[in-house]
């Protein structure tokens, strides 16, 4: 038998890749494929740049080895398309004799490398290799990107409750998009986190994320912290200065109380949004500005359009993508989960040592409405912490609006996307709360047996 040569074994992380060779000369594509099986690679064939794109757009490809000139569609406008089709995947190009520059340009457009006709065989496959290997480490780079969005991503963001599952799994799928989100929702909801959030997990992650509150500033003061103004623009223009939107470039611009933005400020807005560029104050040169735009408000905007207090067009430049962010009192699954969270937190900022809550802190907790939403019991949970001496968090330690406060639950709302059981979940247990925790009143009210809520309680 025929020991292959030492150099035709390809290295043992490329051991099954899939090549695929294009060519519409049937002779050269069938020497390829011999030599690349021969040395472990998955080989599959193209007659011609069409058929080539098929095969990306249908399967896995690692590399493409495509010949230069084809018919109709030659090796450079395949990789233009191909790259659309699969982002991962590598080129070579092969070309014939005194096409260097054409060569040369494939690289510019981001081809791996090129062989040149007639090509020996340790050329072609130390090439391949290469390539390869560049692959590989473009795939992993990503996989590990992905993942660290992830990890980062999700430590912010606490919630198990069917809406809140709901609601990141949107702004997961938005956020890639450079589409502007307008995020809704009372105060405390958690607005400012899912802006976060939805940067970090968007391919502008290694970028900056700059936020504007526009309700802190009178109007002019605004417009120069977004746009920046020249030297001398108005009294106390002492020097140049870029402005948010500049600072933002290439990044997530978060526009934080957007409601509150003075007319001719929403004017100005509108037309950064329309023509991405922006004009410093008395400046007159117009600047390209690549940002995307989150924005935030607790105002009802659709309501302020109807008053003719926040322009139309304005609202639906914005409001590309809405984000509900649901009030607490319609998650309460959240409030034990987000107040061990906090309880955490604030264990370790004082460095206390409390192991969780009184059974009726948890009842207290659970029956109030939370008005102020995540912010208020993140601030009860602070308050708590610093106060408490036993082991266990008491009634005692929350504060008095809370223990004696409006109540939540007469009525449940389920979105649409809340799955069968998890709607089932709530009811339950808003019947319970209304019963006071007792499990046979709330199996009378709901028509079933008492067991029945022991056992999907469970
Ligand atoms: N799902 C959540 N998980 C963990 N912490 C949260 C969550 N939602 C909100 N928080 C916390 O609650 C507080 C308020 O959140 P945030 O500032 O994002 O609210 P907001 O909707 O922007 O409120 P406002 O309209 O008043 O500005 C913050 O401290 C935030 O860290
Ligand atoms: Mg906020």
Redesign the pocket.
Known sequence: METPRREDLPAAEDAGATILVVDDEPELCRALSKLLGRNGYEVITAGNGEEALELLRRQEVDLVLSDLQMPRMGGVELLKAGRVISPGTEFVIITGHGTIEVAVDAIKRGAYDFVEKPFSTATTLKVVRKALEKQRLRAENRQLRRRLREIQGNS????KSAV?RQTVETARQVANSSATVL?T??????????AGAIHAWSDRADRVMVRVSCAALPETLLEAELFGYEKGAFTGAVARRKGRFEAAHRGTLFL??VGEMSPTTQVKLLRVLQENVIERLGGNEPIPVDVRIIA?T?ADLAAMVAAGRFREDLYYRLNVINLE?PALRRRGE?VIL?AD?FLQKYNDKNRKNLQGFTPEAVEVMMRYAWPG???E??NALERAVVLSKDELVGVSALPQSVVAGRQRFDAVTIPVGTTLRDAEMQLIEATLESSGGDKETAANILGIAARTIYRKLQ
């Open positions: 912010d963001i606490i919630g809140m995020l929702g009372e105060s405390g909801t958690g607005k400012e986190v899912f934080d109380e935030a607790n962010l959240d987000l969270h939403n995540v912010r019991l993140e």
